[in-house]
């Protein structure tokens, strides 16, 4: 299987290269020099606090579900499950 037919959770290898963003120079503009934190948030073993989320959508300039769909569809599936569940009509007893 080529590296490029592996489905990954998220969007951060993508961006990080059409924006031609070195990883040295991504971990600096997010204020660490740990490169082995990186590997994991774009392996999606860990997930970005939620300012490290928001630095990577302002690097990349894009909204974060761009970054992170497959946990954005994730959410947004269980959230439209709950509001609909929440708008079924309460049965009232008959007696």
């Known amino acids: 299987m080529k590296k490029e ?4 959770p998220n969007n951060l290898d993508l961006y990080r290269r059409r924006m031609t963003v070195s990883q040295e120079r991504l971990i600096r503009l997010l204020g660490h020099d740990d ?7 774009e392996r999606g073993k860990h997930l970005p606090s939620l300012a490290n989320a928001l630095r990577l ?3 990349f300039r894009i909204p ?3 970054l992170f769909y497959a946990l ?5 599936a ?3 499950a709950e509001e609909e569940r929440l708008d079924q009509p309460i ?4 007696f």
Request: proline share 3%; glycine share 4%.
């Open 64 to 66: 974060l579900e761009f």
């Open 5 to 8: 037919d592996k489905q990954l």
């Open 72 to 76: 954005h569809d994730e959410l947004r």
């Open 35 to 41: 490169s082995a934190m990186w590997s994991d948030w």
């Open 78 to 80: 269980q959230i439209r």
């Open 57 to 59: 959508g302002i690097i």
């Open 91 to 94: 049965q009232q007893p008959l």
